[in-house]
């Protein structure tokens, strides 16, 4: 059955929209790593951390790695290896903001603003935790690590966040040990200023639970269904006032789906009733089949 109208126009929105956030998150991250990061001798978090330590340890080597090709040659592989467990969408538009980051680092040249190391670490900390910000708030990411969390997170629900920042400590260590203990130090700072940020301005990757109420259950099934891959259960019920039959429909999913999925219910049914709350846990599949 193909796709009403209304629906794919509003898909085509949403597409542009985070089209959009994904490339003024990918300039914002290249702004602030030319200039604020390399002067001040810093490196972030992740897989852009990895790539910019690459960078540094091969700089005098016959085979030097810039920081560009190495946020590539990491980011692809990942993404392809947990692009089944996480939504493919999410998946595609995390792989542009990574792409455009490593296009943008060596189309363009921005000069630094100050010599000042605790402006550059405090600027840097909060563009750079702003950068994630925007492309989180159009369903997407900056890649790495967020790749791998998040596929664990959905596949055998268990968070890997603790593992994320031993991984990014270790980084940390490798760095100081080769840049000295002083820029490791800044370093810290400024990747602990960039997730306070982003902690401030998003909630990253939590489960929650909608629970729906329509009385246009099967328009609101066929939509869900052909674009989701959450299950849903469905609860017949009727209005203590109106006593008119209704369906009560609960499903769990993403944060970063939630807007996209409300979008999609309020369209179909103007008069449905949406509660959000926070899922403190989940146990069984998360994903069910692939659609089609």
Known sequence: MSKPNWLTRKRLRQDAFTLGTVLASALLQTYTIQ?????????????????????LLTAQAPLHIDTSLAILALNI????????????????????QVGCTSLFLKVFQFA??????????AFGGFLGGLASVIALKGSASTGGTDFVALYFSNRFGKSLWQYVFLFNVVVVLIFGAFRGWTYAGYTIVFQF????????????YERLTLQITTEHAEALLAAYTAHCRHGISCVEGYGGYSHRPFTVMTTVISSYEV????ALLKEVDPHVIINIYRSEDFVGGFYRDPIG
Not at 81 to 95: N, V, W
């Open 35 to 55: 200039t604020f990061m390399h002067p001040a001798n810093l490196i972030s978090g992740g897989f852009t951390g990895v790539a910019m330590l690459l960078d």
């Open 77 to 96: 592989p990942v993404a392809l290896l947990c692009a089944r467990g996480i939504s493919p969408r999410f998946t595609m538009f995390s792989c542009i």
């Open 112 to 121: 630094p603003l100050t010599g000042d190391v605790v402006l550059n670490v």
């Open 193 to 204: 200023i960039a997730t306070k940020t982003i902690s401030t301005f998003h909630t990253r």
């Open 259 to 262: 807007k996209e999925i409300v």
